[in-house]
Nanobody
Framework: QVQLVESGGGLVQAGGSLRLSCAPS????????MGWYRQAPGKQRELVAR???????NYADSVKGRFTISSDNAKNTVYLQMNSLKPEDTGVYYC??????????WGQGTQVTVSS
């Protein structure tokens, strides 16, 4: 069925920026929420940011003011603009699309590494 494909991860120095993208490989419709999660080595996966179909957003306290989530609903694509990156932002970032009671789809993840 539908797969989500992330791009934009990589290695960046502290203080730098990256923009992550997530797009479906097949047809999808009526998405309620698009989100980004991350998992650092030895730590639990955590919510970074999410956006609803209506444009409402929320962020983890640790990234608020530095990261911005946005979407292009015509392309069913979600973005995460990450500025002022810190070493503690290092981890595998996953996108997630939800339609309540219908689907809950995860990408394979993209590595983000922030060096000192």
């Amino acid at each position: 069925q539908v797969q989500l494909v992330e791009s934009g991860g990589g290695l960046v120095q502290a203080g730098g920026s990256l923009r992550l993208s997530c797009a479906p490989s097949g047809s999808i419709f009526s998405i309620n929420v698009m989100g980004w999660y991350r998992q650092a080595p030895g730590k639990q996966r955590e919510l970074v940011a999410r956006i609803t179909g209506g444009g409402s957003t929320n962020y983890a306290d640790s990234v608020k003011g530095r990261f911005t989530i946005s979407s292009d609903n015509a392309k069913n694509t979600v973005y995460l603009q990450m500025n002022s990156l810190k070493p503690e932002d290092t981890g595998v970032y996953y996108c997630n699309y939800i339609r309540s009671g219908i689907f809950d789809i995860w990408g394979q993840g993209t590595q983000v590494t922030v060096s000192s």
